[in-house]
Structures are given as C-alpha cells and as structure tokens.
C-alpha cells in the first residue's frame, strides 16, 4: 500500500478519499490534515466528480486526532491552535463541497474522528432511504442536526 497519507480514486463520477494511516487508525495528524484540504479543494474545482466518499483503511475509519503527534509537540499552544484551526477548516470545507459526500464509516470513530460523519451531507437527507450513485448504494445510519448524515455501504 501507498506511503501517502490520503489515497484518491476516481470512477464513475465518483471520488473515494481513503485516510491512509492504518497503523495510528487514521489519527487526524496535521499532516492528515491538510491533505483533506487540499483534496477537498482539488475536489471543488473538478466538474468530473458528483460524490465524494471519505474512508479509511485498515481496522479503524479514524481515530481521533493525532494525540502522539499532539504530546510531541508538548501540548503547545501555537501548535494546538493550528492543528484546531486546520480541523475546523477540514469541517467547513466538507459542508461547503458542492457535491453529495458520503462517510463511508468502518470500525471506530471516536472524537475528531467521528466529526467528518457528523458534518457529511448528503444527496438523500431522509431517514432510511438508501443513497445510490454509480450502482452503489450507501444507507444512512446516523443523523447531524443540520442535515447531514454518516452512511454506510449497503449489502
């Protein structure tokens, strides 16, 4: 498997964004980061891509933030600002995708890591009725207050 942080795939209109650090369950390093920024960008500017479907490899969809990396830098204050900052920014940048985005959720999610699920949104916005794109079909399985949805891939 790639070295790279985020893992893109194309196909059929479709963009999976795979976190990438199976090994740290997909924790939310700066790093991490500011690759989903700059995929996310990426994303807004390509007319090709109508879904966006962010997952994770290995055991774990994402862990939460990088609290290793977080203790490396002591806990710093300029540090904890900026990774804080860049999460917010990730967030923000999901909602305002102008395209359906779907968090395909596996195993844990917990802290920072369950936020892209609770901030997705999505085409369906219904209760229980499946999302289909490219014959792929996901079903909702959690709700945000403001519309979005964490979805799963169905059977």
């Known amino acids: 498997m790639s070295d790279a942080l985020l893992l893109r795939e194309d ?7 795979t976190l990438n650090r199976p090994q740290a369950r997909n924790a939310l390093s700066q790093g991490m980061l500011r690759a989903l920024l700059d995929a996310f960008a990426e994303l807004k500017a390509d007319e090709s891509v109508k879904v966006v479907v962010l997952a994770g490899s290995g055991p774990a969809f994402c862990a939460g933030h990088d609290l290793k990396e977080l203790r490396a830098n002591d806990y710093g204050r300029a540090y904890t600002q900026a990774l804080f900052a860049d999460c917010a920014e990730v967030m923000q940048a999901i909602v305002r995708l102008p395209k359906v985005v779907i968090a395909q959720v596996h195993g844990i999610a917990t802290a920072a890591g369950a936020q892209p ?6 085409g369906g916005g219904r209760r229980g ?9 996901y079903r909702p399985v959690l709700f945000h207050p403001h519309g979005g949805a964490v979805a799963q891939r169905g059977a």
């Open 129 to 137: 009725v499946p999302l289909r794109h490219a014959g792929r079909e």
């Open 117 to 122: 699920g609770g901030v997705v949104r999505s």
């Open 11 to 17: 196909r059929d209109g479709v963009a999976t964004l």
